[in-house]
């Protein structure tokens, strides 16, 4: 069993940034992917970004050249740094873990997921 706990959102304006963390404990896996989705209030969950257990990265058009996801496989923690927020970014982010190498932006493709964490950006 794996547990997903997000930290980092707030309250922010226009412009500004902001990094989410999300640590995983619990089972460990030889390779696996993990991802940010993001919920805007009276929308479905949407795909964000992904990394690979290898390192490689992914990311949705709406946040491609401001969001950057990483990793610290050491203390098995993954990242989304947020650069030039805008207010459409305003949602619930989650993160979510899937098994095995092969990257998804599909969130019925991922196993776990953490309880999310409120980001609000003002105009």
């Known amino acids: 069993q794996v547990q997903l706990v997000e930290s980092g959102g707030g309250l922010v304006q226009s412009g500004d940034s902001l990094r989410l963390s999300c640590a995983a404990s619990?089972?460990?896996?030889?390779?696996?992917?993990m991802g940010w989705f993001r919920q805007a209030p009276g929308k479905e969950r949407e795909f964000v970004a992904v990394i690979r257990w290898s390192g490689s990265t992914y990311y949705a058009d709406s946040v491609k050249g401001r969001f950057t996801i990483s990793r610290d496989n050491a203390k098995n923690t993954v990242y989304l740094q947020m650069n030039s927020l805008k207010p459409e970014d305003t949602a619930v982010y989650y993160c979510a873990l899937k098994s095995g190498a092969t990257w998804s932006t599909q969130r019925r493709d991922y196993n776990y997921w953490g309880q999310g964490t409120q980001v609000t950006v003002s105009s």
């Open positions: 619990g089972r460990t896996f030889n390779a696996y992917v």
